[in-house]
């Protein structure tokens, strides 16, 4: 059985960061890509990160690309979402998710419970 599981949020005033990990087990890992995702109260979840299975391809949503870094690390099956400068408009709760390499929810075949992350201004 699959099981993702997100970690690292939390409350962080304007431009803070912070770095969310998402632990996977129950499949091999490095066969596929990783996404996160995010949900803010009242709003569709959104596309925010994704990595390639091998971690050569990387993107990101607009309202993300040059604060937020993501990652993974295959020896340890966890991928990363390193977030800087962070804006109150980045609070929601973030998923991740593994699956086909996306910007669409619809490609990724298992999800993590989710972590909030609040940015106060």
């Known amino acids: 059985q699959v099981q993702l599981v997100e970690s690292g949020g939390g409350l962080v005033q304007a431009g803070g960061s ?3 990990s998402c632990a996977a ?6 066969s596929y890509a990783m996404g996160w995702f995010r949900q803010a ?8 990160a994704a ?7 990387r993107s990101y949503s607009d309202s993300v690309k040059g604060r ?3 990652s993974r690390d295959d020896t340890k099956n966890t991928v990363y979402l390193q977030m800087n400068s ?12 593994s699956g086909r390499l996306s910007t669409f929810k619809g ?8 972590t ?3 940015v106060s201004s």
């Not at 087990?25 to 490095?30: D, I, V």
């Not at 990595?51 to 391809?57: A, C, Q, Y």
């Open 116 to 118: 909030q992350v609040t």
């Open 107 to 114: 490609d990724y075949d298992y999800w993590g419970q989710g």
């Open 51 to 57: 990595i390639s299975w091998r971690g050569g391809v």
């Open 86 to 97: 962070l804006k109150p408009e980045d609070t929601a709760v973030y998923y991740c998710a």
């Open 25 to 30: 087990s129950g499949r091999t890992f490095s």
């Open 18 to 20: 912070l770095r969310l």
């Open 68 to 70: 937020f870094t993501i």
């Open 41 to 48: 109260p009242g709003k569709e979840r959104e596309f925010v």
